[in-house]
């Protein structure tokens, strides 16, 4: 089945261990993004990459890291998490170009 | 880069009546606007899309419209049901930047 998996699905942590959020497909999709959702704010973009080792900046990156070592992983890293990075977490990825891109199941992130 | 405006933010309409929900956007590069639904608690899911070289599309209730030089485009849903309820996001690709979403209220 073709999906976009992020794990883990809820995660409550406190300010400044370090984590990870994974983000797998198994579409073979070029193109693979990390949006977090606030209320009233809609989905806000992260960072985003177009291929394999390329990665760029969306609209909020501050506090975040991506890698993008292989084709179907794009694992989100909060180095030193902070209340204020509490929020819904989605991935998702896509063909490049004009296509439908597939979002995974969320991540629901609290930060104490 | 990109910029995506949405309105409205709430919309509560009566069953069966029309709802229209507006954006607009910022880079005039940007060729693929998709319409994405989410209900509560679930992922984003796609109902319909649009690319630059169309001025409308239509799905059975569901019809987008494109006006490229002023850059906006529409998301028209006819005979509203209950089922309709949900947040409502435009974008815009090659990035895929989000507006903010519209909340949608259809009323029995």
């Known amino acids: 089945e073709a999906q976009v998996t992020q794990n883990p699905r809820y995660l409550i942590t406190v300010t400044g261990k370090k984590l990870t959020v994974t983000c797998s497909q198994n579409?073979?999709?070029?193109?693979m993004s990390w949006y977090r959702q606030d209320p009233g704010l809609g989905l806000r973009q992260i960072y985003y990459?177009?291929?394999?080792?390329?990665?760029d900046k969306g609209d909020v990156p501050e506090g975040y890291k991506v890698s993008r070592k292989e084709k179907r992983n794009f694992p989100l890293i909060l180095e030193s998490p902070s209340p204020n990075q509490t929020s819904l977490y989605f991935c998702?990825?896509?063909?490049?170009?004009?296509?439908?891109?597939?979002f995974g199941q969320g991540t629901r992130l609290t930060v104490v | 880069g990109e910029n995506v405006e949405q309105h409205p933010s709430t919309l509560s309409v009566q069953e069966g009546d029309s709802a229209v929900i507006k954006c607009t956007y910022s880079?005039?590069?940007?060729?693929?606007f998709p319409w994405y639904k989410q209900e509560l608690g679930k992922r984003p899911q796609l109902i319909i899309d649009?690319?630059?070289?169309?001025g409308e599309k239509k799905d059975q209730r569901i019809a987008v419209t494109l006006n490229k030089t002023a850059k906006h485009f529409s998301l028209h849903i006819t005979e509203t049901q209950p089922e309709d309820s949900a947040v409502y996001f435009c974008a815009a690709r090659p990035t895929l930047i989000f507006g903010t979403g519209t909340r949608l209220q259809v009323f029995p």
């Open positions: 990459s177009m291929n394999v080792e390329v990665t």
């Open positions: 880079d005039s590069a940007s060729n693929y």
């Open positions: 998702a990825s896509s063909l490049v170009g004009n296509t439908e891109a597939f």
């Open positions: 649009i690319r630059s070289n169309v």
């Open positions: 579409m073979n999709h070029e193109y």
